[in-house]
T-cell receptor
Framework: KQEVTQIPAALSVPEGENLVLNCSFT??????LQWFRQDPGKGLTSLLL?????REQTSGRLNASLDKSSGRSTLYIAASQPGDSATYLC??????????FGSGTRLQVQP | GAGVSQSPSNKVTEKGKDVELRCDPI?????LYWYRQSLGQGLEFLIY????????KSGLPSDRFSAERTGGSVSTLTIQRTQQEDSAVYLC?????????????FGEGSRLTVL
């Protein structure tokens, strides 16, 4: 059974810092990995999708990497802003066809 | 539509009543998922529809839960004889790729409160 773990569970940083969120998964037989953000009381917004054949994806200040063999992904946020405050979720898609989610990292960027 | 649409956004019901939650996926998307997110918890997979294939119901927590997808588009999640532990946000997502590599797009969710 696939298990997804996100570390840290919560993170508070001052504005402008670069930061890294970590995601690990137990079964490396995945099709893809997706990073989402969730604002309080809202649905999930897709940030980046990395296919199993890819090593990284970039969108603006966000960069996500994937090391499938070791079961790890990182989300790098450059020059963090207060608007980045949210819960970040990673999810992997494996043989079950549905995504398995981690429990998220709650990020607070202090102005 | 431009995004995944869910209704109602909020539903308060009494224990024992039936509820229906609706999801309108992105036009043309073949895959549709239902997830549940309880307060302070992660996302729990409920059910997955892909085109005309038999749905993957492996995540439904009990036989009080059922879902349909009519005409390969709109889906309805039905919870019969609701219990207080059913209180959660029910999230729907759709994907436009028939294979395994599709990006998921989520709606804003339906918040269910069972009194």
């Amino acid at each position: 059974k696939q298990e997804v773990t996100q570390i840290p569970a919560a993170l508070s940083v001052p504005e402008g810092e670069n930061l890294v969120l970590n995601c690990s998964f137990t079964d490396s037989a995945i099709y893809n990995l997706q990073w989402f953000r969730q604002d309080p009381g809202k649905g999930l917004t897709s940030l980046l999708l990395i296919q199993s054949s890819q090593r990284e994806q970039t969108s603006g200040r966000l960069n996500a990497s994937l090391d499938k063999s070791s079961g790890r992904s990182t989300l790098y946020i450059a020059a963090s802003q207060p608007g980045d405050s949210a819960t970040y979720l990673c999810a992997v898609k494996g043989g079950r066809r549905a995504l398995t989610f981690g429990s998220g990292t709650r990020l607070q960027v202090q102005p | 539509g431009a995004g995944v649409s869910q209704s109602p956004s909020n539903k308060v019901t009494e224990k024992g009543k039936d509820v229906e939650l609706r999801c309108d996926p992105i036009s043309g998307h073949t895959a549709l998922y239902w997830y549940r997110q309880s307060l302070g918890q992660g996302l729990e997979f409920l059910i997955y529809f892909q085109g005309n294939s038999a749905p993957d119901k492996s995540g439904l927590p009990s036989d009080r839960f059922s879902a349909e997808r009519t005409g390969g588009s709109v889906s309805t999640l039905t919870i019969q004889r609701t219990q207080q532990e059913d209180s959660a946000v029910y999230l729907c997502a759709s994907s436009g790729t028939s294979g395994e590599a599709g990006e998921l797009f989520f709606g804003e969710g339906s918040r269910l409160t069972v009194l």
